[in-house]
Structure formats: C-alpha cells, structure tokens
C-alpha cells in the first residue's frame, strides 16, 4: 500500500508515544507493506 503522507505519519505515531502503534508502523515499514507514494512511478515502471 502507498501513502500520501508517510513521513508526516511516521512523526506523527511517534508523537504519540504509543509503542503498539510504533511496533505496528515499523513491522508495516520494514515488510515493504507501507511504501511513499513517491515510490509508485519507480515500482510501476519496473
């Protein structure tokens, strides 16, 4: 999934404080389940 916004999500959770949510950002992250939008042209033209 593509996000418009990720870094702005990403200070966002960390704002927060809340460690389940930054768990769950980071295992998003990290399984290149949560990507930029900024990556959609590159992935499409691959």
Known sequence: ?????LPELIEAVAATGN????TMLTMLL??????DISDLPLDLAV
């Open 19 to 22: 460690d389940e949510a930054q």
């Open 1 to 5: 999934m593509y996000h418009f916004a």
């Open 30 to 35: 990290s399984g290149k389940r949560l990507r």
